[in-house]
DNA sequence: GTGAAAGCGCTAACAC
DNA sequence: GTGTTAGCGCTTTCAC
């Protein structure tokens, strides 16, 4: 481990264009106020030099640091089994460069971690916080909220007492559940299921609530749990054949789901989409190509879910409707393949 | 955005203790060398006031950020397809949050990224640097090599300009090829063919490699290119099947190209393994779990890995055998499903 | 418009 | 052992 040239500060450049240290810095931030010819001749020495601003001494003035934290919590694991998590940083991180704002990722598993972050959070390391997979009795959204850090949250969180004024993104899980529904109901499919996500998870909960929409709640004899995971799936899938054998269209609430419930259904010589009609939520593309057949579902647009995130807490209110309650929901497509 | 009570700082808790703030910022780094009463009084103001120190200021006199930058070149997006990248990070935040340590995310997409990234490991923000995903022709090695900044590499590095000092970690593709090759020939197949990865890639080409070692060069008749994607997995099969019919096993790059390769084997009916069997690469279980047939493949230890190298970067060399060249290499294992 | 000077909050010599 | 002091590199009044 080399030591490296010490690297040349504020002062250096000044000296170098023959200026002082506070027109350098006019310069380096901006260069409003300061004569063209100056301008020039800071702009070269800070190219000959190399010059890089010094974050640490900056921030001890500024109180900015350009940088944000986004947390994820994932005692599941299950933000590792499919890339939502990825494309979700890949639209953050894509905004956060656009404005040269750096990306502090903070991984949590379990709740020794919450107080870490907490801490993290109120010592006043990053500007904002972007936060991800909320369970509904997650204490992080306190800790948070008593830190003071301006935040937005991923998806719609899901606590009770007394709605917090929170900024949140989230699709229209609703809407699309109900798009999905329709569309099987319009197949000419009578016995419709649906095969639920984790319920402590507000996405799940919508979706099945949109489901209820379309249904009405005699619907509810169809409803089976599940946990968004291939293997939840499968079981759900089982039990369901088991409970009504007759069925003939499923709403898995997302595309893993549906592709452990189509496993089942091939096992059990169920022919979809002829003899049951299924439809999945996310379009992972992933897996939504890969099935057999492949699966009719529900699209989010994640990396924008990320992009919005981040826009809404580098500009604040500017982006937000006024009046409204701050949360964004954004709209869902479906996406058509084989199987309904 | 409510303003938040300004933070205290050492100099209150000094105050409110009764001590200077020498001593203050010695018990806040661990209290070597303060008598225990004073110690207890410090803490106790620490705790009453809840003062958490200014990072910025203390990084300013110490040069240090307790922080590490990991650097994801994903110019594929691939990176995004399967959760490989997402149990990297587990294992890196893991590690680094042992240590008190700040993970600051940098993705790059494509060139233009590249002089950014380069730029802010120059710039001194972060005490070291996590970098994945280089292809053979990548100029981020050169630039971060200019940054002077402590490196370690995930995977090992491809160019061949006359092989400079890095720190990598990788796993043994090579070794873990020839295990899945071995056992193929041990089933008494006999026309063994070989799917690649995408070659710009390492460790494709030391998985290429492996085959090549028990197969000979004669094998090279049976090996077709792929790109690690389930698409490419199904061209290259086609490709393989039309070319010759009889093969009876193929090893895949990796589990999605064996997922493509099952995919066309199944629409042309072939029944695996009976007429063909199939082993794959990483055990990246949500894709081997639910192939039809499970599918056989060898595992790589990808959150160790991840743990490894931020390891590597925190204690140096200590955690380096003396005198080999600078790379460690984690053994694979055979995990043994239904394709073979 | 430009420069001089005063800190931001902390650590690390160096005295005591 | 503990306190005093001098900066770390930068932005930002405030004079000029």
Known sequence: MTDTAPRPTLEAVAARAGV???????VVNGGDGVREPLVERVRRAVEELGYVPNQAARSLVTRRHDAIAVVVAEPETRVFADPFFALQLRGISKELTAHDNQL???????????????????GGHVDGALVFSLHLDDPLPGLIQRAGVPTVFGGRPGWSDGLRDVVYVDSDNRGGARDAVRHLVGLGRTRVAHITGALDQTS??????????VMGDAGSRLVVHGDFTPAGGERAMRELLDRCPDVDAVFAA?????????RV??????????????????DMQPVAEQTDPPLTTVRQD???MGRLMARLLLHGDDELPRGTPAGVVLPTTMVHRASA
């Open 20 to 26: 002082s240290r506070a027109t350098a810095s006019r």
């Open 265 to 282: 259904l091939r096992e059990r010589g169920r022919r979809v989409p002829e003899d049951v009609a299924v439809i999945g939520f996310d």
């Open 302 to 304: 994640i990396e924008e």
């Open 254 to 262: 997302n595309d893993l789901t549906a592709a452990g419930a189509l």
């Open 204 to 213: 799940a909960v919508d979706r099945l609530e949109g489901f209820k929409d």
């Open 104 to 122: 502090v990722l903070l991984l949590t598993e379990g709740r020794d971690d919450h107080a870490r972050v907490g801490r993290y959070l109120a």
